[in-house]
């Protein structure tokens, strides 16, 4: 598979020597291994080895067009249309099998340094001028305080919150500052500057929700989220908007709540945008960006600048890297502002540390059951006692704590909401060296209310290695290093969608939260729209050549007669829907939503539960529906909504 994805290609007019590295030299197979290993849900593993032995399989291949042989002994030229096969297919169970096969092997050969080239050094980054991980700094910032767990252990406290992201780092400041005594439990690890190495694989890794390789259900949505100390706040773009008004006025009505038009949320937005010194001061706009707006303007379009949290940051090619972590400490995600609050107040900070089980007495919230791994990596059990517990999962994984510990009600993990971004990407003849600058800084709302307030958002966003990897489409191993070798010169515009119909999160037997997720005919008809603008603002930008994530890419030279109309007609053709193109979703919302209705809601105003006093939920999972938004600034919002109504007893 390795090899017929990454063949070694002759090719006298690449210097880089990229065409002419194959998976074998750069060792390619054996991490996909490695990264088979590492995945979390043994399903993920059956699937895979199923699709191992069809394709190993003569009469599999036969049924499938292709000739009465295994794939490996095939020649290249048959396997490659083989793949090609699997990848067009119409069955959306083979296409998702190519892309997961697809995906795996790009992210193993192009976001580690290549054993072919040697001293760090890749192929592929000296075909794009990528300088790859940058010198480490003469100072990084240090990792917080944290408690080591190195035996069976039990802990008393006030409030205990599982989760250090947006919306648990933000529950433990306040409760913290306030005097209560708090433990804050983090599945993720506990990362210092210095370990911010800024190799991607790697802190894919370390630093992303299962390695950075969780996907929904069928396939077609990569989902990824932060796994921390921070959790998506270590990660993240900083892009710090409150939740506009049409959407706090949607959110009342159809929560039956009067919390988000009202003054005591503005209020707790004003809180946490003050804390995290959300502002305009470091804004100067990357090559990315500066094409956004240039499009945006030349058609005459909406375009500004995103406020950002960050302080005394250095912007330029470092920022770039900040989505690997910001060594420096200029992004003030929860572990540089709340968590150092919480710590400095006396609150105690667990990493690696997974939460199994919360418990309940007589109907209350009487703590959590932990599985803690000591400093030399040996798993203890850890009982937290406290009268509070605050689930800030993140909104995939608090479904599955609440379900595993019993609490699963009709509305548990209903309603999830996935924001699936995609992209289209242009080909400019100056560089843009995409992975640098300003994480995001400008943005476009042209499209954000198409109908009832849906619709898309235009953004850029920092592109190295593992993006392409995952997300540009397929129609040849030439066509794809191809495009990848251009890096350089490419800039993407991508379209984040306000999503208006909801997937779920299921629960596995043994307690895995499973994402189910398809889009609606009607957000289909959003990112359609989202795709032909993307398109026009990188062609009034000045891109040669536009490409999208459709298996195989739709692609059009702006100015060549009819080309936004032959671009689209092949998006139309290809579709897209499950495994037809490529979409990520970066903000997961909405599955264990606020509402005045138990039925159809998990936790009220206060994010306390419906069914279990003492119980809190405070994460993206709060949300009604779709923020729209990027969503940090609102979850902290509601977080800190949540932790004043546990300090006025709630
Ligand atoms: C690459 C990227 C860029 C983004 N950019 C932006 C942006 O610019 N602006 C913006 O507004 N949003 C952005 N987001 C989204 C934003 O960061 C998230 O929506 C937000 O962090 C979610 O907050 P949360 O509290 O719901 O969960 P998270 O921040 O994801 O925190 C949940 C934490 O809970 C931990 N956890 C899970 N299960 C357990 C368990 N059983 N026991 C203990 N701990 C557990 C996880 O490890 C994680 O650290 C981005 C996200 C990503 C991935």
Known sequence: MCETLLPAIADDADPSGLLATGAGAAGTAERVERLIAQLQDPLDLTRLRRLLAALGSPLANLMTGGPFAALDAMDPARREATLRSWATSAIPLRRAGFQALKRLAHVAFYCWPSSAAGNGDHPAWRAAGYPGPLPPPARAVEALPAVAIARDTVLDCDAVVVGSGAGGGVVAGVLAAAGRSVVVLEKGPNPGGREFTQVEGDMLNALYLDGGLLMSQSGSMPILAGSCVGGGTTVNYTTSFPLPEPARAEWDRLSGLGLFSGPAFRAATGRVSARLGVGTRWTTPGARDVLLERGCRALGWHVDVIPRNVTDCREGLECGYCTYGCRHGAKNSTARTYLADAVAAGARLVPRCDAGRIVTERGRAAGVEATA???????????????????????????????????GGPAVGRGLRLHPASAVVGVFPERVEPWSGGLQTRYSDQLADLDGGYGVKFETAPVHYALP????????ARQFKDDVRRLGNLSIVGVLLRDRDAGRVATSRAGRARVHYELSSFDVGH??????????????????????LHTPPARARPGEPAWLDRFMAQCDARGYRRCRMSYISFHQMASTAMGRDPRRSVVGETGESHAVRGLFVADGGAFPTSSGVNPMITIMAIADTVAHAILAGA
């Open 373 to 407: 791994l000591g400093p030399d990596g040996a798993p203890h059990r850890l009982v937290v006692r406290a009268p509070v517990v605050v689930a800030a999962c993140g909104a995939v994984n608090t479904p599955a704590l609440l379900v595993r510990s019993g609490l």
């Open 469 to 476: 990897a995952s997300g540009f489409g397929w129609a040849s």
């Open 527 to 548: 990112v359609r729209a989202g795709l032909k603008g993307a398109a026009q603002v990188l062609a009034a930008a000045g891109a040669t050549e536009v490409f999208s």
